[in-house]
């Protein structure tokens, strides 16, 4: 199989009864195999290996590391031994990780008993899903998403990091500790950045922090792409910025920064937990990011388990003879790593527990091997004491790392090294901060126990009024209020005129319409939600009702049972069935029904006619309107019959500033206004 490593199973002997359910297990490669006096047990792996090939290595040498020492070791080995095979895949991007899924989703595939994955969000986003589909449990080790603490959409989800709230609050904490008073916040796009982003803000209002300015850009973005938003960022006068992004969005934002002059002594760069990591900086970005402070996920390198790791994976490579691992001949070694290390550790342990007690068939009941796992403890893990909450969450500290180069040393030798800590074990909502400033090397490469709060911060203090100027106050404050008023009366009169000229058009009729002439007017109501279906021909209301009776037969339970009170609607003779639900679902869940159908799309059928596309529906919604005072129009784009496309930007709250395309009209006839109208219409 493409893609995958790991030895063949030790034996093949499977009763019927074992196979039970084999169909709906997924993800590279296991099954529950006995035999010649042992039991083989299969966990999976998934990992970008380009961004972290420590991470791969962690894996291989954890199992190495159990099946030799650890599971030798257990009470219960004398009468059965207990080997655990590894395999591994490369989540190197979205379509590796979900293509590689579905491919492995075929009942007549290996499946594993257990999964570890992923080192980004977006990666989990996907992959999570598919293996809750098909019963697998699944343990995190750097999806800090807090989207995964909702266990309606990820219920099999573990993870032995913790989520982004406490991340955000950690920083939070860590910039109060040096007396900062306002930040500005530079993100990326991307699920981490944005939802990181918005914890931050969170975060920062409940403690008193004031978020000056945010700005994002696209992820993925050439650095001179992020050039103007570091530009607009700074005009506004923060000198302590917050990034949020992982990978080469990292890089490429430091080295923007670098371009415009938004680094060094005058500013103070300070990392989310997925920007501090060692790899992103072996390269000119880490000339520009020196002095960067930032948090990471605590580890205890001097542990017994951490010295551990990276013995096996550095010295020993246990991990060197594995079957179709090919790794570079020298890589550093990951802090993600020990959480790699960790996961995998723990759930070996409760796998073991699960198969030696008895309580579970591992090999097709995930919902128990998962209880199984979250109820392991690691007192002295790799990454410090590792207990899972109910949830499958992980509370956690943090360490505040900086950035250091030594004088006149290259790049390659850059590396964080950990001058504080933050204790949340007691919560994200208390924080306890320690900080050794002597050890910090600031942007500009100052060190020691600097003046902190005007090191990289130009806040200034509100101004106060002194008790010597209480009368000539409260004379100002009684003329304020008159002016006030009078203001208040020109303001409303100048609204009321306002609405009058600026009424929103009703676009409601003109858009039917056009759907209808184009097969789409199946559209959602207002409180519904739904998936709708196409079909390879023309349907009749009878094949609409055998249709959906056919999508609750190919969906699991827990989601079949969303749509006990649906109807299936079909406009006459088009290709094209919705399934509405009466009322609003979770997030997540319709998402969830598209992709468990796309995976059996093809058991889907009408009569004669087999279902070609599913999709999610969209509800009817009609243009808004937006505030012109909040566009600049940037630069003309191009221009048609009747109008003039521009690239504008468009400011919304908390400062934040997106591209957009503008269109309007040259002129202002009839028939020119009517097409602009129909065209937006159509593109609600």
């Avoid at 920062?204 to 103007?228: D, M, N």
Wanted: aromatic share 6%.
């Amino acid at each position: 199989m493409r893609g995958l490593i790991g030895p063949a199973p030790r034996t093949a002997t499977m009763t019927a009864s074992s196979c039970k359910g084999k169909g709906k297990v997924l993800l590279l490669c296991a099954a529950l195999v006995v035999g010649g006096g042992g039991t083989d047990l299969h966990i999976g792996c998934m990992v970008p290996q380009a961004d972290c090939p420590s991470c791969v290595a962690a894996f291989l040498s954890a199992v190495h590391h159990t099946n030799t020492i650890t599971l030798p070791a257990h009470p219960l080995a004398s009468t059965e031994q207990l080997t655990i095979v590894p395999s591994f895949r490369d989540s190197g991007n979205l379509t590796a990780t979900l293509g590689g899924a579905i491919e492995l989703s075929d009942p007549g595939g290996p499946p594993v008993d257990a999964l570890i994955a992923d080192l980004y969000s977006s990666r989990v986003a996907l992959s999570a899903r598919i293996a809750e589909l098909r019963r697998v449990p699944m343990v995190g080790y750097g999806a800090t998403s807090d989207a995964f603490s909702d266990k309606t959409n990820f219920p099999l989800f573990s993870r032995v990091v913790s989520p982004d709230i406490f991340s955000a609050r950690a920083v939070v904490a860590a910039i109060q500790a040096f007396g900062w008073g306002r930040i500005g916040v530079l993100y990326s796009d991307d699920a981490y950045g944005t939802n990181y982003a918005n914890q931050l803000s969170a975060a920062a209002e409940l403690s008193g922090l004031v978020v000056h300015a945010q700005k994002t850009f696209p992820s993925t973005a050439a650095s001179s792409e992020i050039e103007l938003p570091i530009r607009q960022l700074v005009a506004t006068g923060v000198r302590v910025i917050v990034l949020a992004a992982v990978s080469t969005d990292v890089t490429n934002a430091l080295l923007a920064a670098g371009a415009v002059g938004a680094t060094g002594r005058e500013y103070t760069w300070f990392g989310a937990d997925g920007v501090t990591s060692r790899e992103n900086f072996q390269n000119p970005a880490g000339v520009f990011a020196t002095g960067l402070l930032g948090v990471f996920p605590q580890y205890e390198p001097a542990s017994a388990q951490a010295q551990t790791a990276v013995a096996t994976v550095l010295v020993n490579r246990t991990w060197a003879g594995t079957p179709g691992v090919t790794l570079p001949p020298q890589f550093l070694f990951s802090p993600w790593a020990y959480y790699v290390w960790d996961a995998t550790v723990l759930t070996i342990q409760g796998l073991a527990e699960a198969h030696y007690s008895g309580s579970c068939n591992v090999s097709s009941d995930g919902w128990c091997t998962q209880d199984a796992i979250r109820r392991q403890r690691l007192p002295a893990g790799a990454t410090g004491s590792v207990a899972l909450q109910a949830n499958g969450d992980r509370s956690g500290s943090y360490s505040i790392v900086n950035l250091q180069l030594p004088r006149g040393s290259p790049v390659a030798d850059i590396d964080f090294a950990t001058v504080g800590t933050i204790d949340l074990t007691a919560g994200p909502s208390a924080a306890t901060v320690t900080i050794a400033r002597r050890e910090i090397v600031w942007p500009g490469g100052d060190t020691g126990t600097l003046d902190v709060p005007s090191h990289g911060d130009f806040s200034t203090s509100e101004g106060k009024t002194s008790t010597d100027r209480r009368g000539s106050t409260v004379a100002i404050a009684v003329s304020a209020a008159v002016v006030g008023l009078v203001l208040l009366a020109l303001g409303v009169s100048r609204y009321q005129l306002h609405r009058a000229l600026h009424q929103p058009e009703d676009l409601g009729e003109l858009q039917e319409g056009m759907l209808e002439s184009v097969g789409m007017a199946l559209r959602l109501q207002r409180g519904e939600c739904g998936i709708v279906l196409q079909c390879d021909g023309p349907l009749t209301s009878t094949d609409a009702e055998s249709l959906l009776h056919s999508v609750r037969r190919a969906l699991p339970k827990r989601l079949a049972a969303l749509l006990k009170d649906a109807d299936a609607r079909v406009a006459d003779m088009m290709p094209y069935v919705l399934v509405a639900v009466p009322r609003v679902l979770k997030q997540g869940a319709v998402e969830d029904m598209v992709l468990a159908l796309e995976v059996s799309i093809r058991t889907l059928c009408t009569g004669q006619h087999s279902v070609v596309d599913v999709s999610v529906a969209m509800s009817k919604r009609l243009p808004a309107e937006l505030d012109r005072r909040r566009i600049t129009r940037v630069d003309i784009l191009g221009q048609g019959h009747y109008g003039e496309v521009f690239k504008a930007l468009l400011s919304q709250v908390h400062a934040v500033t997106i591209p957009a395309a503008v269109k309007s009209l040259k002129g202002d006839d009839a028939l020119s206004r009517e097409a602009l109208l129909r065209e937006a219409a159509l593109m609600a």
